[in-house]
């Protein structure tokens, strides 16, 4: 499939924002997601976003859509410690399943 | 409480032995996926079914098989073929495929080689 790129690490403090970024090269992807996985379980949907749209916002979670530079980041505002896990962008394109990144390990110190 | 459910959590497999992972969901779900996950790798798609009786290759089939008999259930058979198992196994579940639908995942089972 296509490329789904991530930064591999981010480290933030505590009640910081924290933003990760994703860069994929399909552009006829029609939705792009975000998903959280916390250490030996399976992936949570956090948000997805439609891609004629810009921004998404969920309560503590913004995502920002650049589909001219088809750039996708996901904020956390007030990250916890909670928030640490891996998180992964992938992209839904015209076929049958989801691309996703590497995923970005977020570590959330006190 | 709809979900998907994995088992084991935890499978060893010996040389040369065939080992089966389950995957069950209670979410009237047409579409299944089975992924596997490496350390520091994103998910590879290895079978996807759209529906009863119907499964399709996905990036990375060599050395696994499929069956989907019953709509609830999508098992993925690591055979001894797969000469790198060792891998976390995570299998996903959504209303369909033609694109865009959300997947749900399960807990996922790890499987390590003996």
């Known amino acids: 499939g296509e490329d789904v790129e991530q930064s591999l690490f981010l480290s933030v403090r505590e009640g910081d924002s924290s933003v990760i970024n994703c860069t994929y090269t399909?552009?006829?992807?029609?939705?792009l997601y975000w998903y959280k996985q916390e250490p030996g379980a399976g992936l949570q949907l956090l948000t997805y976003?439609?891609?004629?749209?810009d921004m998404k916002q969920d309560q503590r979670l913004t995502v920002l859509l650049n589909k001219k530079d088809k750039h996708l980041s996901l904020r956390i505002a007030d990250t916890q410690t909670g928030d640490s896990a891996i998180y992964f962008c992938?992209?839904?394109?015209?076929?049958?399943?989801?691309?996703f990144g590497k995923g970005t390990s977020l570590l959330v110190t006190p | 409480d709809g979900g998907i459910t994995q088992s084991p959590k935890y499978l060893f497999r010996k040389e040369g032995q065939n080992v089966t992972l389950s995957c069950e969901q209670n979410?009237?779900?047409?579409?299944m996926y089975w992924y596997r996950q490496d350390p520091g790798q994103g998910l590879r798609l290895i079978y996807y079914?759209?529906?009863?009786?119907?499964?399709q290759k996905g990036d990375i089939a060599e050395g696994y098989s499929v069956s989907r008999e019953k709509k609830e259930s999508f098992p993925l058979t690591v055979t001894s073929a797969q000469k790198n198992p060792t891998a976390f196994y995570l299998c996903?579940?959504?209303?369909?495929?033609?694109?865009?639908?959300?997947?749900?995942f399960g807990p996922g089972t790890r499987l390590l080689v003996l």
């Open positions: 976003i439609f891609s004629n749209m």
């Open positions: 992938a992209e839904g394109d015209s076929g049958y399943a989801l691309n």
């Open positions: 996903a579940s959504s209303t369909g495929t033609a694109g865009g639908e959300t997947q749900y």
């Open positions: 979410l009237n779900h047409d579409a």
């Open positions: 399909d552009s006829s992807s029609t939705y």
């Open positions: 079914s759209q529906i009863v009786n119907d499964f």
